[in-house]
Structures are given as structure tokens and as C-alpha cells.
């Protein structure tokens, strides 16, 4: 089931998400609904805060494997990229942010087995943006002051023209 995807002005992108303590069917069914989601989209990633629930679950595909990780964290970061990135909760706007170049991530599958996942380039942009989400940062919130104000101000003009 393809499932709504909450945008940038609801409160719930800036909170920090519970880990996730159930490995049951539920679990399973919301991994399945996120990465129809993910791809109906399509986006190279989706965080559960952007489909209402404030659960520390993400899924992710750059086209290479599906990845779906419980209780993400960042254990290793280096390097640094500097790329054009966009967010599903924040469509049409993209700016450049800094990430690192090579992340290693921890976390569960959905049988609560321990994963560890190694990402460089594309994936390690994802990997951040989307643990991001989790602890209620959004790419914009990377971006410097003016350049984050002026996606704002165009955000409010499209909630009062009703194209948000
Ligand atoms: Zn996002």
C-alpha cells in the first residue's frame, strides 16, 4: 500500500523518533508500505517520521539493493561530499549539502537481526540524510541561514496558493 507522504510544515519532520522495540508482523507491514512508498515515489529513500510515525525505521534503495534497517546509527563517518539533494517530505527544492564520503551504519532487519551496513557516494548521502529524519533534521536544516530562508519563504507561497 502506497502511503501518504507527510510534507515540510507538519511538526512531526522535527522530532526525534523511539527506537523500534517490536519486531512483529506490524513491523513487516510497515516495511512493505514504505518501500511501495519508496518507490511509487520514486525517491532513493524514505524515513517513517515522513509517513506519520515517529519510529526510528528507514528503507533505502540508490538502485543498487534494498536496504530496510531498525534503530539506524552512524558508528563511522569520513570524508566529505558536497551534492545536490532533495527530500520526498520537501518536493521541488534541492540545494547542495555537505555529507560524508563513506558512512558505516548499524541497525536491525526486521527479524531484529544486527546489520552492518558500509555506504560510500550516493548511498552515504542517503544513509545521513535518512538517520537525519530520525532525529527530526531535514537536509534544509544543513543549509546556511539565507539560502534556508529563501526555501522557506517559497514553501509559505505554495501552502497560500494551495500547491503544497
Ligand atoms: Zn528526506
Redesign the pocket.
Known amino acids: 500500500m502506497v502511503l501518504p507522504i507527510v510534507k515540510y510544515g507538519d511538526p512531526i519532520l522535527h522530532q526525534v523518533c523511539e527506537p523500534i522495540t517490536a519486531f512483529d508482523h506490524e513491523l513487516e507491514a510497515l516495511s512493505k508500505n514504505m518501500v511501495e512508498t519508496m518507490y511509487a515515489a520514486p525517491g532513493y529513500?524514505l524515513?517513517a517520521p515522513?509517513v506519520g510515525l515517529l519510529k526510528r525505521f528507514i528503507v533505502i534503495d540508490v538502485r543498487e539493493s534494498l536496504i530496510v534497517l531498525a534503530n539506524p546509527e552512524l558508528i563511522n563517518a569520513e570524508g566529505d561530499q558536497f551534492e545536490e539533494e532533495g527530500?520526498?517530505?520537501?518536493p521541488s527544492f534541492t540545494a547542495k549539502v555537505h555529507r560524508p564520503s563513506r558512512v558505516i551504519v548499524s541497525g536491525q532487519d526486521i527479524h531484529g537481526k544486527e546489520k552492518i551496513i558500509e555506504g560510500e557516494g550516493v548511498l552515504s548521502r542517503v544513509l545521513a540524510?535518512?538517520i537525519d529524519?530520525l532525529n527530526g533534521v531535514?537536509?534544509i536544516d544543513h543549509l546556511g541561514a539565507i539560502k534556508r530562508d529563501i526555501i522557506k519563504r517559497k514553501i509559505r507561497k505554495k501552502v497560500r496558493a494551495g500547491e503544497w
Not at 527530500?87 to 520537501?90: P, R
Open positions: 529513500g524515513a515522513q527530500c520526498l517530505s520537501i540524510h535518512e529524519h531535514l537536509f
